[in-house]
Every structure is written in C-alpha cells, then in structure tokens.
C-alpha cells in the first residue's frame, strides 16, 4: 500500500454492532497537468511559500505521520521516524509544523498530545481513541453520517448562540487489543 498515493483502506472493527471504518493513509492531489503531488510536495511548497525550509527532520516527520496514517504521540513519532536530534529538536520542530498550519495537535482526556495532518492534507476525518491504550486511529464518516453530524452540530450550536464553523467527532472505546 502506498500512503502517498492516497489510497484509502477498509477494515472490520468485530464490534459488539458491526462497524466498517475507513482509515486515511494520506492524501495526494493532482495538479493541473495531471501529475500526481504528494502530501509532502504539498507541505515543501506551502513552507517555501512562507519563508520556511523543509528540512530533512521536518520532512522525516511529515512523513512518519502520513506513513502511520493516525495520530502519534512524539515518542511515538521519534521512533517512527528514527530521529536521532535531541527530544528538544522534535518539540521544537513539531511546534513549527504545527504554527505554519501542516501538523495539527490534539490532546486526548489524559492529557496525552499526539500530532497529526492537517484537514488541507488529510481531508475531513473524524477520530476513534481507545481509552484503555490511548491508541487513536483516523476514521471516515459516510457522507449521510457528515449531514447528520452536521445538522446535530448546527442544532447544538445554535442552542448555545453560536453559528458552526468546524466540527469534529472524538469516539472513546476499546481496541480490538484491550477488549
């Protein structure tokens, strides 16, 4: 399977209710000549573009992430990806990705970070977080399911006086390992 070619890959929960999740292995697009651009190509000229190199570490963590296909912790990302700069060095970049709009940060209730594609590069996903290991797995939502959640999200909204600009749904359960 080759995550830079945005390849999409179905699996079976076994869940007590049969469920089918689709996991974003990363995403490419296509410019106008028809070739294909990879999710770093994308991420190399959104930096120079700012000023900003891509360097050899910000490239090799760009890609431990499209590679996992889910959110990963920095330890998580450190092994993946090999570095052998200090743990500052990681933070530091991964901080950088984060302000120049390429990696997206979230924390789960544990208070544990753990960094990932930003929607521009991984397309609209919704997240699955076992509660017991912590893993978090990208998981896409069939399009009735995104109008549903949309509409509960606007209605929610509106009640509280706010109008939607986003939304994103955070499922808890347990892994197929920890049941």
Known sequence: ???EKGWVSQSSTPARSEMRIIIIWGVASVDQTGKTIT??????????LRGARFSRI????????VEAGRPLTPTE???????SAPVSTLYRNLAQLEAWGVLLRSTD???VARYELAEWLAGHHHHVTCVEC???????????GERSLRAAARAVARRAGFAVVDHHLEVEGRCSRCR
């Open 1 to 3: 399977m080759d995550p």
């Open 39 to 48: 999710s770093a190509e994308r991420v190399a000229t959104h930096l120079r």
């Open 58 to 65: 910000r490239r090799g963590l760009v890609e431990g992430v």
């Open 77 to 83: 990302l450190m092994a993946a990806v090999k570095l």
């Open 109 to 111: 209730r544990r208070g």
């Open 134 to 144: 912590g893993r978090s797995e990208d998981v896409e939502v069939s399009a009735a």
